[in-house]
Nanobody
Framework: QVQLVESGGGLVQPGGSLRLSCAAS????????MAWFRQAPGKEREFVAA????????KYADSVLGRFTISRDNAKTTVYLQMNSLKPEDTAVYYC?????WGQGTQVTVSS
């Protein structure tokens, strides 16, 4: 079972930026697609972005398209989520995902 550890969350003003990181254990990291999800208070967990094994293909939720960028470094077994032009509605716990494995989440709060 792979272990996923997210970091990089915090409090940011509207219009600001954050970069989340997800460090994965295991030597098969480069074989798998990775994804980010988020869950706001009182809401269901929702898809944010995904990236294929090589990084050549990405997919985004409509709500973050053009503002967020997912990337990966297979040598570092890490996937990133660069978040720009943040909005209050982006406030949520952000989770890294690989198949059936989930990280513990990192809180992102967008507020003035």
């Amino acid at each position: 079972q792979v272990q996923l550890v997210e970091s990089g969350g915090g409090l940011v003003q509207p219009g600001g930026s954050l970069r989340l990181s997800c460090a994965a254990s295991g030597r098969t990291f480069s074989n798998y697609a990775m994804a980010w999800f988020r869950q706001a208070p009182g809401k269901e967990r929702e898809f944010v972005a995904a990236i294929n094994w090589s990084g050549s293909s990405t997919k985004y939720a409509d709500s973050v398209l053009g503002r967020f960028t997912i990337s990966r470094d297979n040598a570092k077994t890490t996937v990133y989520l660069q978040m720009n032009s943040l909005k209050p509605e982006d406030t949520a716990v952000y989770y890294c995902n690989k198949g059936e494995s989930w990280g513990q989440g990192t809180q992102v709060t967008v507020s003035s």
